[in-house]
């Protein structure tokens, strides 16, 4: 890695003279603009659009924008009077706790090496940072521009995470964001139920590139003079949910099925659950006593009917009882007459 700046972190008193890194890089895969039959680069001239003068670099100067065709011109003495630092520091403001900087705000990374005989006030300020489990809020100018950053330990290493200003964050302005949409408890705990399916540890290594893959391997065909394999198509997203339970309980069993899991017979799911405790719930509440219904006159000689019916019943079931009886015991005397 190559240097990019060099300074000093201005810890209270101490002063810590450090180097600066990139501590990411893009790996997208560029291209060049070229003539489509010999393969010759496409240049680009700077003109003037008022005389049409090609511009060398040194005749180019910035131009602020009032509207109206006007234009403002900023000279090198217009910049020389800014309150720009150029002392190379990076000057510590505060401690804070790191969760309170929200991620929204960090911008670019850069690695801080000690320079010289600063290891090891830089090793105490690591340390330090650690023990305390806060981050260090700095101002720093890079190129040409003073910004916010913070001071945070990574790998053993003091990392430089500049920010965007408050004033650089957007605000979301969405006509959802008014509308009274009321999410249903048994579609919150099958949603629930998906994320915890779903659940697991980040490793960043276990994600790849699969667009930048395939390109690479396209240009490498190329180069080779073999034969381009398209790569193998990606599955459709599919399409908006009309069902929003059967969505995520589908989504659900998806995901178990990822990881080799099915659910254990009679495990009860969300719904079942939240229907589960609604009946425990109407359960225990006390029960409303009906009202007692009056009495009318009809009810009496109904009742008078049915017990009329079971007295006359009941001497022919006994008559057929007798009846039944003799006939078994006729046997029986046959028998003993044959002895």
């Not at 810890?11 to 603009?33: C, M, N, P």
Request: charged share 30%; with cysteine; hydrophobic share 40%.
């Amino acid at each position: 890695m190559r240097a990019i700046w060099k300074g000093a972190v201005s810890f209270g008193l101490v002063s810590i003279a450090v180097k600066l890194y990139s501590a990411t890089q893009e790996k997208d895969i560029r291209f060049h603009q070229v003539h489509r039959t010999d393969g010759g680069r496409i240049r680009y001239k700077r003109t003037c659009s008022v005389c049409g003068e090609e511009v060398s670099y040194d005749d180019i100067a910035k131009g602020y924008d009032v509207g109206g065709g006007e234009m403002v011109v900023l000279t090198d003495s217009d910049f020389a009077d800014l309150p720009l630092s150029t002392s190379h520091a990076i000057d510590v403001l505060e401690f804070v706790p790191a969760e309170q900087v929200d991620p929204i705000l960090y911008n670019k990374a850069y690695f801080l090496e000690p320079e010289g005989t600063a290891t090891k006030p830089y090793v105490l300020l690591r340390d330090a940072l650690v023990d305390a489990e806060r981050v260090a809020i700095v101002k720093v100018a890079l190129r040409q521009r003073e910004q916010l950053a913070t001071l945070r330990v990574r790998e053993g290493v003091l990392l430089l995470n500049t920010m965007l200003w408050p004033d650089e964050i957007r605000k979301p302005d969405f006509g959802f964001l008014d509308e009274d949409i009321t999410v249903r408890p048994p579609e919150l705990a099958m949603a629930s139920s998906l994320i915890d399916s779903m659940a697991g540890e980040f490793q960043p290594d276990a994600f790849t590139d699969d667009y930048r893959a395939a390109l690479q391997e396209v240009i490498d065909a190329k180069v080779e003079g073999r034969e381009v394999v398209a790569p193998e198509e990606v599955e459709e997203a599919p399409a908006a949910a009309v069902d929003l339970m059967a969505a995520l309980r589908a989504s659900v069993d998806r995901a178990r099925a990822a990881r080799g899991e099915q659910p254990a017979a009679g495990e009860p799911t969300p719904i079942s659950a939240a229907r589960s405790a609604q009946k425990t719930a109407e359960k225990k509440a006390p029960a409303k006593k009906a009202p007692a219904k009056k009495a009318t006159g009809k009810a009496a000689p109904k009742k008078a009917a049915e017990k009329k019916a079971a007295a006359e019943a009941e001497p022919a079931e006994k008559a057929a009882g007798k009846k039944t009886g003799a006939r078994k015991a006729a046997p029986k005397k046959a028998a003993r007459k044959t002895a």
